[in-house]
């Protein structure tokens, strides 16, 4: 009993570890994203405004098939983000505003701000353990 006790500890420290690994390296890609495409959106912003960029997707037909392609993508993502947050108990309506003002920011920081793995894996395992053992 001990041993397989022990066997299993052993395992969710390793798997534990894969998680943390590949989460590290996904937030670490998912903030050079946004400081790089923040400081590109900050730079275009500055040159043509916010109206500006606006008028920019909706100057021909191939500009308004982009902006409607990326806005349509923006309402999946939030149905996506809406369902998760639901799921795990977090609010939904900043990164709702910040997506339907500025786009990919608001799934950007849904994501950096989500609580670690971590933590996620730690409570389920806590509440499994039966009362007296």
Not at 2 to 29: F, G, Q, W
Not at 47 to 68: C, D, H, R, S
Not at 70 to 98: E, K, Q, Y
Request: proline share 4%; glycine share 8%.
């Amino acid at each position: 009993m001990t041993s397989e006790v022990i066997a299993a500890m052993t395992e969710t420290a390793e798997h534990d570890a894969v998680i943390n690994h590949k989460e590290t390296a996904m937030r670490t890609v998912l903030y050079l994203i946004l400081a790089t495409f923040g400081a590109y959106s900050v730079y275009v912003t500055w040159q043509i405004g916010y109206f500006g960029i606006w008028q920019a997707g909706m100057a021909n037909v191939g500009t308004w098939q982009v902006l409607l392609d990326l806005s349509i993508m923006c309402f999946i993502t939030l149905g996506f983000i809406t369902r998760d947050a639901r799921r795990t108990g977090r609010t939904v309506w900043p990164f709702a505003v910040i997506t339907i003002a500025a786009g990919s920011f608001g799934p950007l920081l849904y994501l950096l701000l989500k609580p670690s793995a971590k933590g996620e894996l730690e409570a389920p395992a806590a509440a499994s353990v039966p009362a007296g053992r």
